[in-house]
């Protein structure tokens, strides 16, 4: 079939290879099984027909156990096999599939990359609604300051005398 784009961008674009469709396309995806270029209709295997399309396949069983993902060696490989010997080859470890939950009382959030941070206090890692030393009971922080009586907070704003009062932004700003 005959590639060619447009009159004055010969080399840009390409023609659907669907039997059917020879829709010109300028983003054409080029298939890796049989490498023919379609369009965003036919760029799937299964709508463009492709023959080569079971070669290319890779499918994995996920343990149900630690979580890891066993590619299959033949494609007719029983998947009970595949964990069946996935387990005898000991690599297959069940605390690795348990997350690590923020440590704050009656907190179950589970703590990942995202939503983590560590107390500068004593070091721990929480979820970020516990991430100020009052609220996951801080070890670092002294009881008086925990009980709100602390520097930060409401407690910062000093009353001053004989300046123009700050604006409602700017004294409700912490900085801790």
Excluded: W
Excluded at 35 to 61: E, I, P, S
Excluded at 79 to 93: P, Q
Excluded at 161 to 171: D, F, T
């Amino acid at each position: 079939m005959a590639r060619r784009g447009t009159e004055f961008f010969p080399d840009l674009g390409a023609q659907c290879d669907d039997v059917g469709c020879n829709q010109l396309d300028f983003l054409p995806f080029e298939c890796d099984g049989c490498g023919g270029f379609f369009c965003a209709a036919h760029r799937t295997y299964l709508d463009q027909g492709c023959a080569k399309a079971a070669d290319q396949g890779r499918t994995v069983v996920v343990c149900p156990d630690c979580g890891d993902a066993i590619e299959r060696a033949a494609p007719g490989q029983d998947e009970r096999e595949i964990l069946d010997e996935h387990v005898r080859s000991r690599r297959c470890d069940p605390a690795r599939k348990r997350k690590p939950t923020c440590p704050a009382r009656r907190c179950k959030e589970v703590l990942m990359f995202c939503n983590t941070t560590q107390c500068k206090g004593c070091g721990l890692k929480v979820c970020l609604k516990h991430r100020f030393p009052a609220d996951h009971d801080c070890t670092a922080v002294a009881p008086a300051r925990r009980a709100g009586g602390g520097q930060c907070g409401r407690g910062a704003q000093k009353k001053e005398s004989g300046r123009r009062p700050l604006a409602v932004s700017i004294r409700s700003f912490k900085i801790c």
